[in-house]
């Protein structure tokens, strides 16, 4: 079965920095694009960023760009999230997922990242 399994999340001062990780099994990792989303309580599900099968190619939100990177290492299925400067509107739940906008294949149970001073 595809399991994803965000770790690296906590409490951080604004400006702070964090990065997150993503165990991915059950799948091979290398044939997908890979995604991380984001909820904040009470909202919609926000598309974070995207890389490629490969990592040759990354997108990402316009709020986010210049301040997230996200990468991956196929050699040991993980996906990362590097974020600085961090706001405190990116208070949110950040979940891995398999696949990029606007299909989310599957995700896993998130991890909380809490911005506040």
């Known amino acids: 079965e595809v399991q994803l399994v965000e770790s690296g999340g906590g409490l951080v001062q604004p400006g702070g920095s964090l990065r997150l990780s993503c165990a991915a099994s059950?799948?091979?990792?290398?044939?997908?694009?890979m995604s991380w989303v984001r909820q904040a309580p009470g909202k919609g599900l926000e598309w974070v960023s995207t890389i490629s099968w490969n990592g040759a190619s990354t997108h990402y939100a316009e709020s986010m760009k210049g301040r997230f990177t996200i990468s991956r290492d196929n050699a040991t299925n993980t996906l990362y999230l590097q974020m600085t400067s961090l706001k405190s509107d990116d208070t949110s739940v950040y979940y891995c997922?398999?696949?990029?906008?606007?299909?989310?294949?599957?995700w896993g149970q998130g991890t909380q990242v809490t911005v506040s001073s």
């Open positions: 059950g799948f091979t990792f290398d044939d997908y694009a």
């Open positions: 997922a398999l696949g990029g906008p606007p299909n989310y294949d599957y």
